[in-house]
């Protein structure tokens, strides 16, 4: 079975820059999540979407980031205009499903290491 | 909003049994206990998940008391693949949208020594 993908696995970018980051999560997989993860730290969610819908994006800093779901399958995260804290790894996770009392399991991707200059 | 503790780090030798403890006093009823492993330069990995008493699979057991306001994750003979950071999380759903949301703590960073 493929596991979740995830492009570019690395970026550099300067600090007022935007970037993109883009996954494929396994097939059939109704939750996407992407978590940014600072060095050292365990990852923080920043939006979770329940086939294209958003269900959680209450830590996703909005004036900047902003993430897409089209289709229920592939997903983009966007950061407009990036900054210095922004330098971590980002990581998209998806499971079959998530309700509440039912424990799923997420499968992450590797992620992609965003270094802002 | 549910949250562990767990130690920040613990050493050990291969072959040795591991016990780490993870106290999450605030749990809900409805919440399970996961436990995710990740090695450097990677993503997080499942490895077990529980609700009450013990659970165990080929990799790992968890104990969970009748209290649940802690688990342990018990790795058996431990080698140096094992030397990862290990992530006890229970669901947390504030809400109540119908949708588990986990919350990553800090992590224990075990390392195992020959």
């Known amino acids: 079975e493929a596991g979740v993908a995830q492009s570019p696995r690395y970026k550099i970018i300067e600090k007022r820059q935007s970037v993109a980051f883009w996954c494929n999560p396994i097939s059939g997989h109704a939750t996407l999540y992407w978590y940014q993860q600072i060095l050292g730290q365990g990852p923080k969610l920043l939006i979770q979407f329940q086939n294209n819908g958003v269900v959680d994006d209450s830590q996703l800093p909005k004036d900047r980031f902003s993430a897409e779901r089209l289709k229920g399958v592939d997903s983009t995260l966007k950061i407009q205009p990036a900054k210095l804290e922004d330098s971590a790894v980002y990581l998209c996770a998806s499971s079959p499903a998530g309700l509440a009392g039912l424990g799923n399991e997420q499968f992450f991707g590797p992620g992609t290491r965003l270094t802002v200059l | 909003l549910a949250k562990?503790?767990?130690?920040?780090?613990?050493?050990?030798?291969?072959?040795q049994e591991v016990n780490i403890t993870c106290s999450h006093n605030n749990i809900a009823t409805n919440d399970?206990?996961?436990?995710?492993?990740?090695?450097?330069?990677?993503g997080p990995r499942f490895i077990i998940q529980g609700y009450k008493t013990k659970v165990t699979n080929e990799?790992?057991?968890?104990?969970?008391?009748?209290?649940?306001?802690?688990?342990?994750?018990?790795?058996?003979r431990?080698?140096?693949?094992?030397?990862?950071?290990?992530?006890?999380?229970?669901?947390?759903?504030?809400?109540?949208?119908?949708?588990q949301?986990?919350?990553?703590?800090t992590g224990t960073r075990l390392l195992v020594s020959p």
């Open chain 2, 4 to 15: 562990t503790t767990q130690p920040i780090s613990m050493d050990s030798y291969e072959g």
């Open chain 2, 32 to 42: 399970y206990i996961t436990w995710y492993q990740q090695f450097p330069s990677q």
């Open chain 2, 59 to 76: 990799v790992a057991s968890l104990f969970i008391p009748a209290d649940r306001k802690s688990s342990t994750l018990s790795l058996p």
């Open chain 2, 78 to 99: 431990v080698s140096l693949s094992d030397t990862a950071v290990y992530y006890c999380l229970v669901g947390d759903n504030p809400r109540n949208t119908g949708f």
């Open chain 2, 101 to 105: 949301k986990l919350v990553f703590g």
